[in-house]
């Protein structure tokens, strides 16, 4: 197995382990339930990880997780010049489409 991801947010490590798996990519999630022993340990030790179960697929993991990654970043419309937040692919201003 090998880490490929961790996070403070757990629903942002679901995410990612469900798109993994709809790639066919098989993982598991780690420290799921740890993190009440932040302060005893430290925080990021507590943060829950993503692991793949097949190391030979990490290079296809990340590429995915990457573009992922990338996708959440906030966005200027080319439209009417409004920035907004990654996960939006429509303007709420003008509703001029994402350019990609």
Request: with cysteine; aromatic share 8%; glycine share 8%.
């Amino acid at each position: 197995m090998k880490l490929i991801y961790s996070a403070p947010n757990l629903l942002l490590v679901r995410h990612f382990q469900n798109l993994l798996e709809s790639h066919g990519i098989d993982c598991v999630i780690k420290n799921e339930s740890l993190s009440g022993a932040a302060g005893e340990l430290p925080p990021t030790e507590c943060w829950p990880e993503l692991w793949l179960t097949e190391e030979k697929r990490y290079r296809e993991a990340s590429r995915l997780l990457k573009g992922a990654e990338e996708d959440q970043r906030p966005w200027t419309c080319l439209h009417c010049g409004e920035l907004l937040e990654g996960q939006f692919d429509r303007c709420w201003n003008c509703g001029e489409y994402r350019d990609d």
